[in-house]
T-cell receptor
Framework: AQSVTQLGSHVSVSEGALVLLRCNYSSSVPPYLFWYVQYPNQGLQLLLKYTTGATLVKGINGFEAEFKKSETSFHLTKPSAHMSDAAEYFCAVSDDSGNTPLVFGKGTRLSVIA | GAVVSQHPSWVICKSGTSVKIECRSLDFQATTMFWYRQFPKQSLMLMATSNEGSKATYEQGVEKDKFLINHASLTLSTLTVTSAHPEDSSFYIC???????????FGNGTRLTVT
């Protein structure tokens, strides 16, 4: 079975500051890992994903995440927060079998302070 | 915590038949539900946004006559795949929110296989 833990249900940063959203996963098989963003009143949008290959993954809007197998982590970062980054962020895990649905974390709400 | 129940979790149907998938919020009222589709080894694709008491809003490229969404109450939304074909085989996942700025809660998904 797979699971995802997102540390911190709410993170608040100042505009221009580093954004770090934490995600740890549990998986008995090689994972596929995803970060999604949800803006108010909208559905999920894919930020980035890791399947195989390079462990540092770059996504849209300046976000990136690094897959660290030894730490079972896939933390999301952005060097400089913008006001428009305020949203809910979800980490999710799947596997490469194609037989299981995504398993989501509970989400982290990012607030950006001017 | 808030729970979203999706049923069935797994269904096989013959080509040409219709399948209904239910998404229920068990302990909260869901003003908005989202329906997603996940192809094997790929990420989610938002299909439609469903608001209680009004017509669903479909994403571009999603056939509204094929994927019928009904959100008749604050605790239940249904997705009906009509005249299913093998290419409709996929995971379908729903999520629900109670209102503006509320957390998003996910169902466990429904795996549809069309033979």
């Amino acid at each position: 079975a797979q699971s995802v833990t997102q540390l911190g249900s709410h993170v608040s940063v100042s505009e221009g500051a580093l954004v770090l959203l934490r995600c740890n996963y549990s998986s008995s098989v090689p994972p596929y890992l995803f970060w999604y963003v949800q803006y108010p009143n909208q559905g999920l949008q894919l930020l980035l994903k890791y399947t195989t290959g390079a462990t540092l993954v770059k996504g849209i809007n300046g976000f990136e995440a690094e897959f660290k197998k030894s730490e079972t982590s896939f933390h999301l970062t952005k060097p400089s927060a913008h006001m428009s980054d305020a949203a809910e962020y979800f980490c999710a895990v799947s596997d490469d079998s194609g037989n299981t649905p995504l398993v989501f974390g509970k989400g982290t709400r990012l607030s950006v302070i001017a | 915590g808030a729970v979203v129940s999706q049923h069935p979790s797994w269904v096989i149907c013959k080509s040409g038949t219709s399948v209904k998938i239910e998404c229920r919020s068990l302990d909260f009222q869901a003003t908005t539900m989202f329906w997603y589709r996940q192809f094997p080894k790929q990420s989610l694709m938002l299909m439609a946004t469903s608001n209680e008491g009004s017509k669903a809003t479909y994403e571009q490229g999603v056939e509204k006559d094929k994927f019928l969404i009904n959100h008749a109450s604050l605790t239940l939304s249904t997705l009906t795949v009509t005249s299913a074909h093998p290419e409709d085989s996929s995971f379908y996942i729903c999520s629900a929110v109670t209102g503006n700025n509320s957390p998003l809660h996910f169902g466990n998904g429904t795996r549809l296989t069309v033979t």
